[in-house]
């Protein structure tokens, strides 16, 4: 019974510092990992390389169907 206790403490105290050791990395990794899938078509840019994307100078349509907002405030009415 006693040696049972003793080989279980073992593998488990081993199985902790093994993981220690080998959990980091395989983090790293999987970090590395999806990293790379999360930019998979963005350009190499040089450092220091400015570039400017223009906006559309397409107008925005308002929605005239939509109503007209008006602001309002809350009176209290202490009579």
């Known amino acids: 019974m006693l040696k049972a206790l003793l080989l ?31 930019r998979p078509n963005e350009p190499k840019r040089r450092e ?11 107008k925005k349509q308002s929605n005239s169907s939509v109503g007209e907002y008006v602001d309002f405030e809350e009176i209290d009415d202490k009579s």
């Open 8 to 38: 279980i403490l073992i593998i488990f105290y081993s199985i902790r510092f093994i993981s220690r050791l080998l959990l980091p990395f395989f983090l790293r990794t999987i970090v590395k990992k999806a990293s790379r899938n999360m």
């Open 48 to 58: 220091g390389e400015v570039s400017i994307d223009k906006a559309s100078k397409q």
